[in-house]
């Protein structure tokens, strides 16, 4: 079955969501502003899971601005740089709410200089793949009991923003040196960046593996090249593969686990990756490694 027909969502085509409480990470900025104030606009409590509590208070103030009314908005602390962060956030936020309906991964960067993190992680692999993961996984409790008190096995969902610049990279995870530490030469940075966008592809479809059943699906989507802080289009438009992949009853029914590009188009091209089972369980092991490790510091 194909979702062609899908190209044409837009913002109308969000059912509405009262009731509905969504984590946007980098909801301050381009496309996770744009998916942020879409959803908030169809009743949804959203939290912008964010660095600075600066920014989202600016950009709750501009979304308002610009829809002309009051919005279910709020600010979770997370750095995705600190994996100690990541799971506090999680665990505040779970002190604070009841359920969670829907988590989009999407704060990211694009092409930095090699650095390591507090973690020792090379920076576009933790902030782009293992902190997301991470953040998913910490927030599995809360995810697990929304979807079991759900009627419907397609509400509760996640979301990787990934990148179609996934497929310029290696053609699998450097698990023995996921820093890319050797990578060298013009397209070092490059190769990063893929290689992190790779790992949401898989991580995608291995949560969708384990927790589909549980009521709980996965996605990963390219957002299409939108101009944003990271690039030089529109971000509304930049929004419409996530609020798909979030919201419509399409996605879940021809893609749970799947790749999509704009707007709720599967692409085959993820396939391998995506039926990977055995590299992809390798990956979640590595992540499921770091969330021990950091759960054990105080
Ligand atoms: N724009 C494109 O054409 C394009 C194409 C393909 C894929 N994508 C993907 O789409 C997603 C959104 O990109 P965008 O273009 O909207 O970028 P953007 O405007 O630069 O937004 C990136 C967001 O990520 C947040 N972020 C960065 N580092 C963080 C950290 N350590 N902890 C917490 N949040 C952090 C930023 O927060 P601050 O404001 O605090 O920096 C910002 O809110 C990214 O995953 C990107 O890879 C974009």
Redesign the pocket.
Known sequence: MSCENQHRFTEKDIPDLSGYVIIV????????FETTKQLALRNARVYI????EE?VAKAIQEMEQSVGQKLDLHFLK????DLKSVTDAAARFMQQESRLDILIN?????MSPFSLTVDGFESQWQ??ALAPQIFSMALFPILMQTASDANSRDRVRIIN?????AFRGPKTIQLDDVNMSNAKGMMELMQRYSHS?QAGIRLAAEMNNRYGDFGISAYSL??????????SSD?TI?AYNSLFCATSPMAAAVGRGKYFIPVGKLDPVAEPWINDKAHNEQLWNHCEAQLLRVSKRT
Do not use: C, E, F, Y
């Open positions: 990470t980098g909801g301050n900025s381009g496309i996770g899971a964010s660095r600075s920014r997370i750095d995705l740089q999407n704060a990211g960067i694009m902030i782009n923003v990934v990148s179609d610049l966008k390219h957002p299409g090249i939108v101009r944003s802080n990271l690039q971000p930049g």
